[in-house]
Nanobody, 115 residues
Framework: QVQLVESGGGLVQPGGSLRLSCEAS????????MGWYHQAPGKQRELVAT???????NYVASAKGRFTISRDNAKNTMYLQMNSLKPEDTAVYSC?????????WGQGTQVTVSS
């Protein structure tokens, strides 16, 4: 079982930055894949970025060049650094941990990009 706790969301102006954190209740080196989804009002949940326990990363096209996903294994924490934020990035961001036989989710954190 894995508990995930997110933090770092908030209100930011267009062009600004935020860093989301996702702290896990166990050693994340044992978790093959972690990542972030977001869900905007009235839209389906969309995968934003993933990272494996070997450090391989993948991003959705809209996040490439602006977002960076990373892991701090010593802190059992995954991050999503978001730069050059746009109003269309406004959504609830949720982290997940995929242990192949089961996927665990955090509670979500709101990101609002608005002037």
């Amino acid at each position: 079982q894995v508990q995930l706790v997110e933090s770092g969301g908030g209100l930011v102006q267009p062009g600004g930055s935020l860093r989301l954190s996702c702290e896990a209740s166990k050693n994340i080196l044992s978790i093959p894949v972690m990542g972030w989804y977001h869900q905007a009002p009235g839209k389906q949940r969309e995968l934003v970025a993933t990272i494996t326990n070997r450090g391989t990363t993948n991003y959705v096209a809209s996040a490439k060049g602006r977002f960076t996903i990373s892991r701090d294994n010593a802190k059992n924490t995954m991050y999503l650094q978001m730069n050059s934020l746009k109003p269309e990035d406004t959504a609830v961001y949720s982290c997940y941990a995929n242990e192949l036989i089961r996927t665990y989710w955090g509670q979500g954190t709101q990101v609002t990009v608005s002037s």
